[in-house]
């Protein structure tokens, strides 16, 4: 009750959205100055100017196609959400697949299959790579903490033995 | 007709014809000239072309010559001194280990994907049968309402997909626990359960209780098979005689 007070899903879109657009414009930073530096002519002070000018044209660019797949993919998400009333890796999985469908859309119908087939492969990695996580936390934590009581809420465990314990009778 | 001469890289001057109609460059020939001969070597143009070729473009001077010809040496030249080769042999090997490395992450990854998803005991499917099962019953229902949604523990993104759980092994039997929250129109719960592995290899519950996040904090016990599978072993020296052994029989008759 404590920490799940608001719904996550509505307002996640707008978190992923600019998550998404961070990432790229860092991202497409990065790689447009390299592509910038080794494009520029001669010299060091025009290869940065060069990587400068890559960056100025590209990198917004950049994190705004990512921003877009990212939006519609939250979209998506909270929408499975909502009509699975489930949250499990396949909605990830889905919402991938069908981003990557629908940006597609404008090259046809081959190009909106391979791209949702993508766009799905891509994020079963991304959903591989966090299960792989927790299975090596949980190993950190189960060499932890040894000992498993059962929760006392069920009250102790009945005896297999037929009769209940003394204490339980008085 | 339009015509146009172009010098390849080695030493073969290419002849493009570009008919009225389409723009299009068509290579119609290739006269393969030796521009290292002195003949040749101030304008090879000259001697190559039928009077009433047109030059368009021609790229036959001596610097581009050396250019093209090391270009080409080095392309496509086999390289014999025991150094290159091991030079090569090194960089195809590292090739070849960083593209075998990226496909086995793949293939782990995945591995690890389509485990969870699709094996009958990982987290994932064990997670989905108790979904299916606390929603049914009805006095989950009456405790918390209809449309009930299922949820794990929250990140800080805003993901609620990773269901808590542990997986541990005691007395040769593997058990997995688990919890995982539950939220219907009325009032939210928090699902606690035990998998137990039995003798046939298959999951079983242990327990399966639900808690009702309010004040009153009730419990709905929807499984306790907990006497199945706790051996001899589980019980407390309070149920044990002076020897070890366990009770039988209790005598709770009041003498």
């Not at chain 2, 306790?224 to 008759?253: A, C, H, M, W």
Request: aromatic content about 10%; glycine content about 8%.
């Amino acid at each position: 009750m404590e920490e799940h007070v608001r719904e996550p899903c509505p307002w996640r879109i707008v978190d992923d959205c600019g998550g998404a657009f961070a990432m790229g414009c860092i991202g497409g930073s990065i790689f447009q100055f390299v592509k910038g530096f080794r494009n520029a002519p001669k010299g060091i002070g025009r290869r940065f100017q060069g990587s400068v000018t890559a960056i100025q044209q590209r990198a917004p660019v950049i994190g705004g196609n990512f921003a877009v797949w990212g939006g519609v993919f939250s979209v998506i998400d909270c929408s499975l959400v909502y009509m699975r009333k489930k949250e499990d890796p396949w909605n990830s999985i889905i919402s991938g697949a069908a981003t990557g469908g629908i940006l597609a859309a404008r090259n046809g119908v081959p190009t909106m299959i391979g791209s949702a087939v993508f766009g799905g492969c891509i994020l079963a990695l991304i959903e591989g790579v966090s299960i792989l996580m927790n299975r090596f936390t949980a190993d950190q934590m189960r060499q932890q903490s040894q000992v498993f009581e059962d929760p006392s809420v069920l009250g102790p465990s009945p005896n297999p033995y037929g009769s209940p314990p003394p204490y339980q009778q008085m | 007709m339009d015509r146009k001469l172009l010098s390849n890289v080695r030493n073969v001057y290419v002849l493009f014809i570009r008919s009225a109609s389409s723009c299009q460059w068509s290579r119609v020939s290739s006269i393969k000239i030796d521009i290292s001969r002195p003949v040749y070597a101030n304008r090879p143009e000259k001697y190559l072309i039928n009077s009433d070729l047109i030059f368009t473009r021609h790229y036959s001077a001596d610097k581009s010559k050396e250019l093209a010809e090391s270009r080409y040496d080095e392309q496509t030249a086999v390289s014999t001194s025991v150094a290159e080769r091991i030079k090569e042999g090194t960089k195809t090997a590292a090739y070849a280990g960083f593209v075998f490395m990226g496909f086995g992450v793949a293939l782990v990854i995945f591995y690890a994907v389509f485990s969870e998803l699709f094996s009958s005991k990982s987290p994932h499917k064990v997670y989905s049968k108790a979904v299916d099962y606390v929603i049914s019953d009805d006095r989950v229902q009456n405790a918390i309402g209809d449309q009930i949604k299922s949820f794990g523990e929250e990140t800080r993104r805003g993901r609620r997909q990773h269901v808590s759980h542990i997986e541990y092994e005691k007395d040769g039997r593997t058990y997995l626990r688990m919890k995982f929250h539950v939220k219907g129109n009325r009032a939210s719960g928090t699902v606690h359960l035990e998998m137990v592995e039995n003798d046939a290899g298959k999951f079983e519950y242990r327990y399966l209780f639900v808690i009702v996040d309010d004040v009153y904090r009730k419990t709905i016990i929807l499984e306790d098979n907990r006497n199945k599978y706790d051996g001899s072993s589980v019980i407390s020296p309070l149920f044990t005689d002076q020897s070890g052994e366990p009770f039988k029989e209790l005598d709770l008759s009041l003498k």
